[in-house]
Nanobody, 122 residues
Framework: VQLQASGGGSVQAGGSLRLSCAVS????????MGWFRQVPGKEREFVAAITWSSGITYYADPVKGRFTISRDNAKNTVILQMRSLKPGDTAVYFC????????????????WGQGTQVTVSS
């Protein structure tokens, strides 16, 4: 299984970015897909998660109301739409997949993609 994250970039505060996580190698229809982010010197933190089968979502408090996670079954892709971005959202964003619904726990995710950098300037 390979997860390929893309869509990062630089944007001014208040702007939007759309991250994609393309899944290849097998179908993860029973899996949980998550997004995490990390800044240098800090632990990786949970951002959002979605169950592939039913579309149940869960968000970290700092991103509620601004970020939306969704999945495109036809393209085997998970999307993180980010709006009203703040400088505090600056981080490397990672997508991940795991078999159990424990969305905030990194240890529950089996597969990880490479990160994509998001930079928000004030």
């Amino acid at each position: 299984v390979q997860l390929q994250a893309s869509g990062g970039g630089s944007v001014q505060a208040g702007g939007s970015l759309r991250l994609s996580c393309a899944v290849s190698g097998r179908t993860l229809s029973s899996y949980v897909m998550g997004w995490f982010r990390q800044v240098p010197g800090k632990e990786r933190e949970f951002v959002a998660a979605i169950t592939w089968s039913s579309g149940i979502t869960y968000y970290a408090d700092p991103v509620k109301g601004r970020f939306t996670i969704s999945r495109d079954n036809a393209k085997n892709t998970v999307i993180l739409q980010m709006r009203s971005l703040k400088p505090g959202d600056t981080a490397v964003y990672f997508c991940a997949a795991g078999p159990r619904w424990a969305p905030t726990l990194m240890r529950e995710y089996e597969y990880w993609g490479q990160g994509t950098q998001v930079t928000v300037s004030s």
